[in-house]
């Protein structure tokens, strides 16, 4: 054929030469357009389906290329992209070229050239270099295509057959050997001078490849692990191990392809190993089902099954056929190819070959045997039958069956009749289930056939499911037979169920699982892909069964398998490619307004080029410029077309964006500030990104968006760390920590806080500040608590107070008082604590709770005058002050209401909940914990575990023990979540408690030993007498022989001495009551009745009835 020029003007279409020409159309990948890739380009589509047609009818004319000249490059800016680069050289040249004429050699060169050419081209890829004997060629630059390893692979196995049958006109035949490598280049930069121009490739790829084709022997294909990732289970490989590669630091593993793999479906092939179950696909399901049942009764029904990429079509047809796989049935499987859409029945021919079993090796004869045997269904004219199918598979039949003497309409018509012969033969013997995948990508002859199929269909015991992209326009629907079924996206609950499949139920950390959600938007393939890759990455370790985050975590990568097609999108639009990356930039949504700012270029161009964008569907445009919004379509495409941007180009972008969203658009940068803060980062401006975090993080945590605001505090250290380093730039990292401690500890991530808070006080102690000193080591003296290091809690406490007292400021000592209660406290030092407590209220009183020393405002002041009170009500109830304690939680839920700020209200109802659950209140207790329940599940983590076990006691003491149990597996779960050990023990005790009320004295024994065993370890003496005297009720629980009598005796004896010790009265009285049951048990009625005088002596005084827990 001419040119595409020519080719154009022949349809009258010469409006589209531009658009052909922009995105470096030639007549070499004319035969690999799709309709897709038409619409793409802005073709109509009536045009589409004309032009379809003439290249339908190209032939191999269009593959005709220049022999000696590789193919012509784009000469645009360089760019990032995924690249799979085949290395091919000439085994034996050098020895060639001394015995034979140069002239001789030119020619065999000649050929080689050609050979490798013709393969490459019309395996999609593009010839970079030729090099002597080598052979350079891309797959993925200029036009990157979803499958470029796979046609990379192809290519190089096509290289190995094809040079090697080549006739180079000497008495021996050559060979090559081929390295193939993947991975992320630069392309494009023009290199050398004048007509010596051409693009360069900068990364470690290439040379990978030209290292691997060494390691190969001759006639062989070698590659690079990414390539294998991404042909798994499309080809058969032989693991070389890892081998040392010259210019590689460390050892590579590499394969060799010994050929395409046996496996029918490219869908099974790409997840050979392991199939992620499907979800939220119940409905599309149940809807096939009943479609199977209505054809197993006769009714033979067509299902049109449409989705984008990766929506989940095959996962669909393969989750359908594990549900039949028991009942009795025969299966069709047919496949369209990309690169077989000229293929006159193709998927028919590749099903017959599966079928009949041939093999390369076959004879002809054998082959014919084979094929008649698998047409034995065919009908009775086998006689036509079994030539018309043999001539499809080029298979010999002159010496078996005469010819037949047919017109090529003829030849063509029967062949159809054939195909539908054959399937229903197969269905008159049992029920039929057809799957006619990818038929976007059908040749004519089998949509034909197709059409033959649905026309005949409704008698026969027959479902047939036809899978295919948007695109594809169907011809059958509106017939009664036919349903529609279109698969949507998955709603976030389902992609975060997915998600949790495949880390075989190990949580992520939830920001991963929301980040995953929000780059995913819907697609199960993208969330597969992107989850491992995650899990991958190396930022994850397993702790407790779930994931935690090993470092901070970095932004979310383009999973390799996904880089290609996506590329592949914007390559298609490559005229207005760099209009998709400044919105790439700006974000996933961007105005018109600014993108016009950001872009300068001409407005009409611009329109333009965002139309071309919007029709190809990658954005979305709500309202019309200039007060039109566009939004990517999907996020993955969003960071795409920015990964192919050069670091370079990235900053000036950025920088562009921060100056306009400054100057021009303040409402953004006031009200969202961590928007500013990204492009500033990215434009190098990294001071000022620091100080637009930390503003973003305090606005956020005053929303109580606790792990929006970690995040953000986060970035804002991570900024500062790359400055030089001063003492006003370390004091404002000690801050910053300071502000990420308040959010990590109302998510409730204890072990992530200490680290935090150690880092703030090694650079505090560096700098000799005293003031931020103190008040760090007072916070680590909470998370060391809360870990269960009671003994470094104190000592935090009494050094953070030891530093306040040497300054006049009585709300910081206040502070450190008060947390070093909160120490004393857990160790069960009741009256110390109390004592600290009283302190801090009195220390407040005579600084009037100014705030000085805590920070820019009163929120720790506000918050020592609340917690003081309740540490004060949690220390009363245990010692069984009950109407003081009433009192102080009284004044401290009143205070709470006043700030109106979540934790208070949450400490105080926890406080004042437990108090009343102690003096027997049941009910008051339930309705002070519920709302406290409620709001810390919403807000503050950390203290689910306490409030749950509580409200949990107080449910299983009123009789409502399922939904206690429930809440104390909840406590349970959060604490292992949070690593959270202070006081932990109190709620196993409880849970054991509960356990105990339901009947289930195993499990309350397992939890009251393990609540001593914690107590015991974490240095709380109030806890352990606590899990003493549950121990004590459940050995002695209806058992009164004599050696369980005497252990129940030791259990009750160790917590009632504790209980004495440390003036724990309420507990005093039950461990009294436990005892003089044993006493009476054991024969001593009189010591028992003393025993129980004194515990309703104890009772009276505090005014309670005796409770447990």
């Known amino acids: 054929m001419g040119s595409i020029e020519e080719w154009l003007a022949s349809l009258g279409l010469s409006e589209y030469v531009h658009s052909f020409a922009e995105n470096g159309i030639d007549p070499s990948v004319l035969r690999d357009l799709t309709d897709q890739?038409?619409?793409?380009?802005?073709?109509?589509?009536?045009?589409?389906?004309?032009?379809?047609?003439?290249?339908?009818?190209?032939?191999?004319?269009?593959?005709?290329?220049?022999?000696?000249?590789?193919?012509?490059?784009?000469?645009?800016?360089?760019?990032?992209?995924?690249?799979?680069?085949?290395?091919?050289?000439?085994?034996?040249?050098?020895?060639?070229?001394?015995?034979?004429?140069?002239?001789?050699?030119?020619?065999?060169?000649?050929?080689?050239?050609?050979?490798?050419?013709?393969?490459?081209?019309?395996?999609?890829?593009?010839?970079?270099?030729?090099?002597?004997?080598?052979?350079?060629?891309?797959?993925?630059?200029?036009?990157?295509?979803?499958?470029?390893?796979?046609?990379?692979?192809?290519?190089?196995?096509?290289?190995?057959?094809?040079?090697?049958?080549?006739?180079?006109?000497?008495?021996?035949?050559?060979?090559?050997?081929?390295?193939?490598?993947?991975?992320?280049?630069?392309?494009?930069?023009?290199?050398?001078?004048?007509?010596?121009?051409?693009?360069?490739?900068?990364?470690?790829?290439?040379?990978?490849?030209?290292?691997?084709?060494?390691?190969?022997?001759?006639?062989?294909?070698?590659?690079?692990?990414?390539?294998?990732r991404l042909t798994a289970g499309l080809f058969d490989y032989r693991d070389m191990g890892l081998v040392t590669v010259k210019g590689f630091d460390e050892s590579v593993r590499v394969w060799q392809v010994l050929g395409p793999s046996g496996v029918e479906s490219r869908f099974e092939a790409l997840h050979a190993t392991t199939l992620t179950p499907i979800v939220g696909r119940d409905e599309e399901i149940e809807l096939l089902l009943r479609r199977w049942q209505r054809a197993k009764n006769g009714e033979g029904q067509v299902v049109l099954l449409a989705g984008e990429p990766g929506i989940g079509k095959s996962r669909l047809t393969t989750s359908l056929e594990e549900r039949l796989q028991f009942e009795p049935h025969d299966r069709l499987r047919y496949f369209c190819s990309r690169r077989h859409q000229e293929s006159a029945f193709y998927p028919f021919i590749s099903q017959l070959e599966r079928a009949a079993g041939l093999r390369r090796?076959?004879?002809?004869?054998?082959?014919?045997?084979?094929?008649?045997?698998?047409?034995?269904?065919?009908?009775?004219?086998?006689?036509?039958?079994?030539?018309?199918?043999?001539?499809?598979?080029?298979?010999?039949?002159?010496?078996?069956?005469?010819?037949?003497?047919?017109?090529?309409?003829?030849?063509?018509?029967?062949?159809?009749?054939?195909?539908?012969?054959?399937?229903?033969?197969?269905?008159?013997?049992?029920p039929l289930l057809i799957l006619f995948e990818d038929v976007h990508w059908a040749d004519p002859s089998s949509l034909e056939a197709l059409d033959h199929l649905v026309d005949r269909i409704a008698t026969l015991p027959v479902l047939l499911i036809v899978t295919f992209r948007p695109e594809f326009v169907s011809r059958w629907i509106g017939r009664s037979e036919v349903t529609l079924l279109t698969l949507n996206r998955l709603h976030p609950r389902q992609q975060a169920e997915m998600i949790e499949r495949i880390t075989l139920g190990k949580a992520l950390p939830k920001e991963i699982t929301d980040r995953i959600i929000e780059h995913t938007d819907g697609i199960p393939l993208f969330v597969e892909e992107l989850t491992k890759t995650v899990l991958e990455s190396g930022v994850l370790r397993e702790q407790n069964g779930r994931y935690v985050l090993d470092r901070p975590l970095p932004p979310l990568a383009i999973p390799m398998t996904l880089h290609a097609s996506l590329m592949a999108r914007l390559d298609r639009l490559a005229p207005v490619r760099d209009v998709a990356q400044i919105g790439a930039a700006i974000g996933r949504q961007f105005s018109y307004e600014l993108i016009s700012a950001v872009a300068s270029m001409p407005t009409e161009r611009l329109d333009d080029a965002l139309d071309h964008l919007v029709g190809a569907e990658l954005v979305f445009r709500h309202g019309a410029p200039p007060d039109a919004e566009y939004t990517f379509k999907h996020a993955l495409v969003q960071d795409a077309a920015y990964s192919s941007l050069l670091r370079d180009r990235r900053q000036q972008l950025h920088a562009r964006i921060a100056m306009e969203l400054e100057n021009h658009f303040s409402d953004v940068a006031e009200q969202q500030p961590e928007i500013l803060a990204e492009h500033c980062a990215q434009a190098g401006l990294t001071e000022k990104a620091a100080r637009l975090w930390l503003r973003a993080g305090h606005n956020?945590?005053?929303?109580?968006?606790?792990?929006?605001?970690?995040?953000?505090?986060?970035?804002?250290?991570?900024?500062?760390?790359?400055?030089?380093?001063?003492?006003?730039?370390?004091?404002?990292?000690?801050?910053?920590?300071?502000?990420?401690?308040?959010?990590?500890?109302?998510l409730g991530e204890v072990t992530r806080n200490r680290a935090n808070l150690e880092n703030a006080k090694d650079l505090a102690e560096g700098l000799g500040d005293e003031v931020r000193l103190s008040r760090v080591l007072s916070r680590l003296a909470f998370a060391l608590g809360s870990l269960g290091d009671s003994v470094g809690a104190v000592e935090a406490g009494e050094r953070a107070l030891a530093l306040t007292e040497r300054r006049s400021d009585p709300d910081a000592k206040a502070w450190a008082t008060m947390m070093l209660a909160r120490s004393r406290y857990g160790c069960g030092n009741y009256e110390r604590a109390m004592v600290h407590a009283r302190q801090a209220l009195a220390l407040l009183h005579e600084g009037h709770g100014h705030g000085h020393g805590l920070g820019p405002d009163e929120t720790y002041v506000k918050y020592t005058?609340?917690?003081?009170?309740?540490?004060?009500?949690?220390?009363?109830?245990?010692?069984?002050?009950?109407?003081?304690?009433?009192?102080?939680?009284?004044?401290?839920?009143?205070?709470?209401?006043?700030i109106n700020e979540p934790e208070q209200l949450i400490f105080a109802g926890h406080g004042v909940g437990r108090m009343h659950l102690v003096q027997g209140n049941l009910d008051v207790a339930v309705e002070t914990l519920e709302p406290a329940l409620a709001m810390c599940k919403a807000e503050f983590p950390y203290y689910v575990p306490r409030i749950a076990s509580c409200l949990g006691a107080a449910y299983g003491s009123l009789g409502r023990t399922k939904e206690a149990l429930v809440l104390l597996k909840e406590a349970v779960r959060q604490a292992a979540a949070s690593n959270l050990t202070f006081g932990h023990s109190l709620v196993l005790s409880i849970f054991g408690r509960v356990c105990q009320l339901a009947g289930r004295e195993d499990e309350a024994l397992a939890h009251a030993h393990h609540a001593i065993d914690l107590a015991r370890a974490s240095g709380e003496r109030g806890n352990e007498a606590w899990a003493g005297c549950l121990l004590g009720d459940l050995v002695s629980d209806g058992n009164a022989t004599a050696p369980r009598i005497e252990e129940a005796h030791n259990h009750y004896r160790m917590a009632l001495m504790i209980a004495h010790d440390l003036g724990m009265r309420p507990l005093q009285a039950q461990c009294l009551y436990g005892l003089s049951w044993l006493q009476k048990m054991g024969g001593d009625k009189a010591l028992g009745e003393r025993s129980a005088a004194d515990a309703a002596s104890l009772c009276r005084e505090m005014g309670i009835k005796p409770l447990t827990g």
């Open 865 to 898: 005058r609340v917690n003081a009170r309740i540490w004060l009500v949690l220390c009363l109830a245990e010692l069984g002050r009950f109407d003081e304690a009433a009192a102080l939680g009284q004044e401290a839920m009143d205070m709470a209401r006043g």
């Open 37 to 228: 890739d038409l619409k793409d380009l802005g073709v109509l589509l009536g045009h589409r389906r004309k032009m379809l047609r003439a290249i339908n009818q190209l032939g191999d004319s269009a593959a005709a290329i220049s022999p000696t000249v590789a193919t012509p490059l784009p000469r645009d800016d360089a760019d990032r992209r995924q690249l799979t680069v085949v290395f091919c050289d000439l085994v034996g040249s050098t020895a060639l070229s001394k015995r034979l004429d140069p002239e001789d050699m030119r020619k065999i060169l000649a050929a080689y050239y050609r050979g490798c050419a013709d393969v490459v081209t019309k395996a999609g890829g593009v010839i970079a270099q030729y090099m002597g004997d080598g052979v350079l060629a891309y797959f993925g630059y200029p036009q990157a295509h979803e499958d470029d390893a796979e046609r990379a692979v192809r290519a190089g196995l096509a290289l190995v057959r094809t040079i090697g049958n080549l006739d180079f006109g000497i008495d021996e035949s050559l060979r090559v050997r081929i390295g193939i490598a993947t991975g992320v280049v630069v392309v494009g930069d023009l290199t050398g001078e004048g007509e010596a121009q051409e693009p360069g490739v900068v990364g470690e790829t290439p040379n990978l490849a030209a290292r691997l084709q060494t390691l190969a022997e001759a006639g062989t294909v070698v590659i690079s692990t990414s390539t294998q």
């Open 361 to 430: 090796d076959d004879t002809a004869e054998q082959r014919l045997d084979k094929l008649e045997a698998a047409l034995a269904f065919a009908g009775d004219n086998l006689g036509e039958a079994v030539p018309l199918v043999a001539a499809l598979l080029s298979i010999p039949t002159e010496d078996r069956y005469p010819t037949l003497n047919l017109t090529p309409q003829q030849y063509k018509d029967r062949t159809l009749s054939t195909i539908v012969a054959q399937i229903k033969g197969l269905a008159m013997r049992h």
């Open 700 to 746: 956020t945590a005053k929303r109580a968006a606790h792990r929006e605001a970690s995040v953000l505090f986060e970035k804002a250290l991570t900024a500062l760390a790359v400055l030089p380093s001063s003492a006003d730039t370390l004091g404002e990292i000690i801050d910053i920590r300071w502000d990420l401690s308040h959010s990590l500890h109302a």
